[in-house]
C-alpha cells in the first residue's frame, strides 16, 4: 500500500452538479498528478501540480481544477458534471527532486453521475 | 493524438508461461520508461521501469527491454503466475528539462493479463 489516500471513495452525483475530491501525498512528496480512468481505458492525465502550481495539463476542459496546498494535499474539482465524468479518479504523488520520477497511486475515487 | 501504443490489449497465459507486453512510444523526449500493474478496485502500483542508457533491467520474473532506436519497450513476465492476472501500463515520461513534454503523462490503453491455472 502506498502512502497516498483519497476522499471519498465513492460518489454520486447528477448531472450539472459540482464536485470536489481530495488527495493526501504520500510524506514527503512535492509533486500530485490526477488521472480520469474510464471502465476498460487507461489513466488519462488530467493535470499536475509541482509546489503549489499547475505544471502540466492534459486534453480536459477548464471545468475541470485543481489546488495543491503548502501540505501538498490536493483537490480536483469538476464543475457542470456530465455524463461522460463518470469514472475512477486517481490522484499520485512524486517527488521530483529524485531521479525516480516514481508516481505513487492512491485507490482512487469512483464517481457516478447520473 | 496517440503518442503511446500498447499491445496487446489482452493476454492468456498457462502458469509458467511467458507473457509478454509491448509499447511504443513517438516522443523522443521520453526517458523514463515505467510498466504499472493495477488490480481491480485498486491504483495502479509501478512495477518496473527502466532508463534510456541501458537496454534491459530485470527484477525477479519481470524484465524490461527497451530499444531507443524503435522507440519500443517491453515487459516480459516469466513464469507466470495466477496472482500476475492484473492489467498492465506503459506510461512512459519526459526529461525534466523538456518543458514543453515534462509533467503531462501518458499511459497506454493496458493489457489485461489473464494467468490461467
Known amino acids: 500500500e502506498t502512502g497516498v489516500t483519497q476522499s471519498p471513495t465513492h460518489l454520486i452525483k447528477t448531472r450539472g452538479q459540482q464536485v470536489t475530491l481530495r488527495c493526501s501525498s504520500q510524506?514527503?512528496?512535492?509533486?500530485v498528478s490526477w488521472y480520469q480512468q474510464a471502465l476498460g481505458q487507461g489513466p488519462q492525465f488530467i493535470f499536475q501540480?509541482?509546489?503549489?502550481?499547475?505544471?502540466g495539463r492534459g486534453n480536459f476542459p477548464p471545468r475541470f481544477s485543481g489546488l495543491q496546498f503548502p501540505n501538498y494535499s490536493s483537490e480536483l474539482n469538476v464543475n457542470a458534471l456530465e455524463l461522460d465524468d463518470s469514472a475512477l479518479y486517481l490522484c499520485a504523488s512524486s517527488l521530483v527532486s529524485t531521479s525516480t520520477d516514481t508516481q505513487y497511486f492512491g485507490p482512487g475515487t469512483r464517481l457516478t453521475v447520473l | 493524438q496517440q503518442q503511446v501504443k500498447q499491445s496487446p490489449q489482452s493476454l492468456i497465459v498457462q502458469k509458467g508461461g511467458i507473457s509478454i507486453i509491448n509499447c511504443a512510444y513517438e516522443?523522443?523526449?521520453?526517458?523514463?520508461f515505467p510498466w504499472y500493474q493495477q488490480f481491480p478496485g485498486k491504483g495502479p502500483a509501478l512495477l518496473i521501469a527502466i532508463r534510456p542508457d541501458v537496454s534491459e533491467k530485470k527484477e525477479g520474473r519481470f524484465t524490461i527491454s527497451f530499444n531507443k532506436s524503435a522507440k519500443q519497450f517491453s515487459l516480459h513476465i516469466m513464469d507466470s503466475q495466477p496472482g500476475d492476472s492484473a492489467t498492465y501500463f506503459c506510461?512512459?515520461?519526459?526529461?525534466?528539462?523538456?518543458?514543453?513534454?515534462?509533467?503531462?503523462?501518458?499511459f497506454g490503453a493496458g493489457t489485461q493479463v489473464v494467468v490461467t491455472p
Open positions: 506510461a512512459p515520461e519526459a526529461k525534466k528539462t523538456d518543458a514543453d513534454s515534462w509533467g503531462k503523462f501518458q
Open positions: 501540480y509541482y509546489r503549489e502550481e499547475e505544471n
Open positions: 510524506s514527503g512528496h512535492n509533486t
Open positions: 516522443n523522443t523526449a521520453f526517458d523514463y
